[in-house]
């Protein structure tokens, strides 16, 4: 039976009940339900409004069946469409009478709201603890990879020499932001809903402060209006796990070219990656590109709940019961994709010999040579012009810079002395980045300190 029936003669249509409910997606709040309905409980004796003894009952009865939830000997029911009336359905029909004063100075719109942003704290601090987890992995690797010379890019084209370690670090810059990201979100979160009534607040002299103080929030919202139909926090959520999922993407990407034949950089480990069903020669990097295409998954979820919201007068509307579904998935597929790529990377096999060998091609010591020029007094884009002619004789002779003689690298400017080839050595040129944050082999150990 609903528990709004009163209002209506007819039943509801099967087709709209079912259309209607949403207990198969929110039934993952039962937790959350129950914690919220014992606080409003002890809350509704603290005031008056109920007896202690009637709390007690109500908190003893509501413990019970978040026990037999988690049993699995309650079947939720599409009638009481959603886990909010299906738990107060459930501790009525129980207590009685009793049950039906628990949603005393209380509607569905804040119950929700609480709700979701209990969850979502949870769900935060789980990510946090996996991204820094992921940051722990990286800087492993990174402490092992010091010396291990590689080509950076940029436009996909051999740039500049770095150590793989630098390179590993620069993706840990990336998933530090996130946790910051998602540090501010659960700030966000942190504002307690509950008690704020439909839209208008309650006519019952309650303690909202008691509340927050029950359920470990910071601050209670201020606007009974705002608070039940507020989404940003979820939208937060679902921002920071794009940018997440976005930066594991860019990894992801690197990843699947290093180890293709063309680079041969890494190589994944067999327990993450799979075969072909035609090409018995073929090891596919499934699990990189699979976190690829999530990536588009979750933005889906972002845009879906941007969409849901963007037309929505104030204050709570029906649409808003679509919250829910993005809002887990986006956190499931993030949680799942840190867990499998942290494990992806730290069993890689690295291939330090290869990626060297491709730091000693494609003229990527050619700003050093120009730098060395500055050095002797040219100005840089002097420098720049006759480095880039150099390069282009060299592509005909097919030398590198360092193979060419002195007496060559004379014919392009009389500056050039033996000293040169020192300092267009792959290492020299890594070691002598000396501004804070390059890939000198002593900021990236100050990197790792820090």
Partial sequence: ???WKGRFLKAENSLAEEFNASIDIDQRLYKQDIIGSIAHAKMLAKQGIISEDEALSIESSLLEILRDIEAGSIQFTIEQEDIHMNIESILTKRLGALGK???TARSRNDQVAV???LYLKEEINSLVLLLEELNGTLTAIAKENQNTVMPGY??????QPVTLAFHLLAYREMFRRDITRFQNCYEGTDSLPLGSGA???TTYHTDRDYL?????FERVSQNAMDAVSDRDFALEFLSCCSISMMHLSRFCEELIL????????IELDDAFSTGSSIMPQKKNPDMAELIRGKTGRVYGDLITLLTIMKGLPLAYNKDMQEDKQPVFDAGDTLKSSLVIFSQMIATMKIHADVMENAAKTGFMNATDAADYLVSKGLAFRDCHEIIGRIVLYCIEKQ???????????KSFSDKFEQDIYEKIDIRACINAKKSKGSTSFENVEQMLRD
């Fill in 1 to 3: 039976m609903k528990l």
């Fill in 101 to 103: 004063k628990l949603h």
């Fill in 115 to 117: 709700d979701i942003r």
């Fill in 154 to 159: 940029t436009h996909l084209q051999r740039a």
């Fill in 199 to 201: 839209l208008a607040g």
């Fill in 212 to 216: 927050a103080e029950q359920l470990g």
């Fill in 258 to 265: 290093w180890s293709s034949s063309e680079f041969r950089f």
């Fill in 399 to 409: 030398k590198s810079i360092e193979e060419l003689t002195l007496e060559e690298l």
